[in-house]
């Protein structure tokens, strides 16, 4: 019987250690398939944008176009997308900074209300623009145990999102309370939902839906819609929410789609 109960016991030692050797090759698989993604990602975000800004550049050095209006344009284009891939590169290393484990946190009690309410400011004209409606309560805010910049980030991306991701004349709501797991706060749009598909890759590093893929018109009509260039903004969430011991995700709701973040509090 000894031996039995020996056996069965380190049978099952044996067993949770290969379940716990798998989850580590999957997690292995899957930091792997990122980093191919992300170089993938960037020598294609990067080098177009980059061959782009070298042939205006040539054309305006060899006087190759003349007319004032064609120059002004490509000059406008120069810096438009010189801005892109300046926040480009700020993402990749804050991604990088997240990935490398090397954030450094410093915790203060954050009153939520107004993290958002700045982040509403922010994103206020952006929305005006595209007649999009955004609203946030006014009170009843948790506050809650947070890196202030970082949580800014987050709520300021998933704000951002929400209102190019909207057509124009949607809505968007941010709400937040306390449950029984910690603080949560939610926005929620009229996008239209994310096709089913996609719905558990929107946090990958380098994803981007059909609709981020298209050109949009964009309020100031410079095509710069001021976003988190290229498919790093809600892995930027998610690397921030988890760096605070959170989780966040994504469901669709009747018109639109719905994204969670869950802070525990201490
Ligand atoms: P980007 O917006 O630059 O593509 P993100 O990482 O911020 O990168 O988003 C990844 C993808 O998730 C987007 O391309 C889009 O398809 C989808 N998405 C993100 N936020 C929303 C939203 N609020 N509503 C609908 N789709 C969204």
């Not at 309410?117 to 922010?122: F, H, T, W």
Request: with cysteine; hydrophobic share 40%; glycine share 10%.
């Amino acid at each position: 019987a000894v031996s039995l109960g020996v056996g069965w016991l380190f049978g099952h030692r044996l067993a949770a250690a290969a379940v716990w050797a798998d989850q580590a090759r999957d997690r292995e698989r899957q930091v792997e398939k990122g980093r191919r993604d992300l170089v993938a990602w960037v020598s294609h975000d990067l080098r177009t944008p980059l061959a782009g800004l070298r042939a205006m550049a040539e054309a305006l050095e060899d006087q190759v176009v003349h007319d004032p209006d064609t120059v002004g344009e490509y000059h406008r284009r120069i810096r438009v997308e010189t801005d892109r891939m300046t926040r480009l590169v700020d993402d990749l290393f804050e991604l990088s900074r997240i990935n490398a484990g090397a954030l450094r946190l410093s915790l203060s009690t954050v009153p939520l209300g107004e993290v958002v309410s700045d982040a509403v400011a922010v994103t206020t004209p952006i929305a005006q623009a595209r007649r999009i409606r955004l609203v946030a309560a006014e009170s009843g805010w948790p506050t809650v145990s947070a890196s202030e910049p970082e949580l800014s980030r987050v709520v300021a991306n998933l704000l951002l999102n929400a209102v190019r991701y909207t057509p124009e004349d949607g809505t968007v709501r941010v709400s937040g309370g306390r449950d029984r797991d910690g603080v949560w706060l939610a926005v929620a749009d009229t996008c239209g939902g994310i096709p089913e598909a996609d719905l558990p890759r929107v946090f990958d590093v380098a994803f981007r839906g059909e609709r981020a893929r298209t050109p949009r018109t964009t309020p100031d009509g410079d095509g710069d819609d001021g976003g988190a260039a290229g498919g790093l903004g809600l892995a930027i969430v998610r690397g921030l929410v988890e760096a605070h011991g959170g989780r966040v995700a994504v469901h669709n709701i009747q018109q639109g789609c719905r994204f969670v973040v869950h802070l525990p509090t201490p």
